[in-house]
T-cell receptor, first 111, second 114 residues
Framework: SQTIHQWPATLVQPVGSPLSLECTVE??????LYWYRQAAGRGLQLLFY??????ISSEVPQNLSASRPQDRQFILSSKKLLLSDSGFYLC??????????FGEGSWLTVV | SQKIEQNSEALNIQEGKTATLTCNYT??????LQWYRQDPGRGPVFLLL?????KEKRKERLKVTFDTTLKQSLFHITASQPADSATYLC?????????????FGAGTRLFVKA
């Protein structure tokens, strides 16, 4: 069966510090991969999606970036965090264009 | 502009009653629509998918309708239970060349009272 794992689960980072969130998917090949962000009490905002290694599409301009160095690995990064980057970050995958399977999420607090 | 709208106010119902949640969209022509459940502090979990050529779909106590003319989906939970309390998100596909993207509504919080 397929599983998705993202880490770390929680982190508190100072403004201006770097960020790296990692996500891996097991049990499937060539998945579509996604990073979403959910601010407190808000909906899911699509940040990045990828249909293959090295192929990244960005939804919104921001100081975040994403990379896909391997087929089932997706990384969200920032060189300098802003207070507004705080939120709940979710990695997700799909095979078809339909059902999205989410990880457990990473809580980021920028202080 | 494209919008997915769900009632931002929480829905409070009594155990055993039917909960009905609404999802409206504008300026989309989705091939399908999905419903997800999200518990606090957790990632959303897929519940049901309904395609544009389907009027209704059922799964156990869940029922989804899809009206492409009204641009609306209704999500029903019959014989609701306190364990059904959660936030329910609707989502649409927005297929573009070179990739697939699913866009989510903000969700409606459901509280089922015992």
């Amino acid at each position: 069966s397929q599983t998705i794992h993202q880490w770390p689960a929680t982190l508190v980072q100072p403004v201006g510090s770097p960020l790296s969130l990692e996500c891996t998917v097991e049990g499937t090949s060539n998945p579509n991969l996604y990073w979403y962000r959910q601010a407190a009490g808000r909906g899911l905002q699509l940040l990045f999606y990828s249909v293959g290694i090295g192929q990244i599409s960005s939804e919104v301009p921001q100081n975040l970036s994403a990379s896909r160095p391997q087929d089932r690995q997706f990384i969200l990064s920032s060189k300098k965090l802003l207070l507004s980057d705080s939120g709940f970050y979710l990695c997700a995958w799909s095979v078809q264009a339909d059902t999205i399977y989410f990880g457990e999420g990473s809580w980021l607090t920028v202080v | 502009s494209q919008k997915i709208e769900q009632n931002s106010e929480a829905l409070n119902i009594q155990e055993g009653k039917t909960a009905t949640l609404t999802c409206n969209y504008t300026n989309y022509s989705p091939a399908y629509l999905q419903w997800y459940r999200q518990d606090p502090g957790r990632g959303p979990v897929f519940l049901l998918l309904i395609r544009e050529n389907e009027k209704e779909k059922r799964k156990e106590r869940l029922k989804v309708t899809f009206d492409t003319t009204l641009k609306q989906s209704l999500f029903h939970i019959t014989a609701s239970q306190p364990a059904d309390s959660a936030t329910y998100l609707c989502a649409l596909d927005r297929t573009n060349t070179g990739g697939f993207k699913t866009i989510f509504g903000a969700g409606t919080r459901l509280f089922v009272k015992a």
